[in-house]
């Protein structure tokens, strides 16, 4: 949740605010906080998700701008190295 709307215009659509989500699952969290969509995203049935990459949200504790910028950075570096930039 960012109160302020600009902020969260500029972030909402950033590769570090993304995941890699099936439509069932996305449509699933729906608007829920983070910690609840955590938990809808990534355990079926007691299970893991599969998609690596948007398992390490698990290790955040909350979603903030910063976190955003850190993957956003994150992604980036590695798109560049996959794609020889």
């Known amino acids: 949740m960012f109160p302020d709307a600009g902020e969260r215009g500029r972030l909402t659509h950033k590769l570090g605010n993304l995941l890699l989500l099936s439509h069932r699952k996305n449509s699933a969290a729906q608007n829920y906080d983070f910690e609840t969509k955590k938990e809808k995203y990534f355990v079926t049935r007691g299970k893991v998700s599969p998609f690596a990459l948007t398992t390490q949200v698990l290790n955040e504790s909350e979603w903030t701008p910063e976190v955003i910028a ?11 190295d996959l794609w020889r930039l």
């Open 70 to 80: 850190r993957r956003q950075g994150d992604l980036l570096g590695r798109l560049k």
